[in-house]
Nanobody, 113 residues
Framework: VQLQASGGGLVQPGGSLRLSCAAS????????MGWYRQAPGQQRELVAE???????NYAGSVKGRFTISRDNAKNTVYLTMNNLKPEDTAVYYC????????WGQGTLVTVSS
């Protein structure tokens, strides 16, 4: 499985960004995709993930601000991030999970004025 992520960048506090991650290769219908993030000097943490049936799971710190969605026909997962805060600054990593775990390349999100 290959994962291609895009959509990071620099945004001011209170702004919005949308990340995308497209999966290709040996894709199974029943899978989970989502995003982790890693800030400098910190461990990688789960941000949000969504199953192929649409069930989503969020970290408490992003609930109500971030929305994860997916397009199964395109094998693509999206993370819409609203009301961004400086503490959301991190490298965001897409992941795909089915029996094993795959990572995409990271995309940097910087929230700063």
């Amino acid at each position: 499985v290959q994962l291609q992520a895009s959509g990071g960048g620099l945004v001011q506090p209170g702004g919005s960004l949308r990340l995308s991650c497209a999966a290709s290769g040996s894709i199974f219908r029943s899978n989970t995709m989502g995003w982790y993030r890693q800030a400098p000097g910190q461990q990688r943490e789960l941000v949000a993930e969504i199953g192929s049936g649409g069930t989503a799971n969020y970290a408490g710190s992003v609930k109500g601000r971030f929305t994860i969605s997916r397009d199964n026909a395109k094998n693509t997962v999206y993370l819409t991030m609203n009301n961004l805060k400086p503490e959301d600054t991190a490298v965001y990593y897409c992941h795909y999970r089915y029996l094993s775990f795959w990572w995409g390349q990271g995309t940097l999100v910087t929230v700063s004025s």
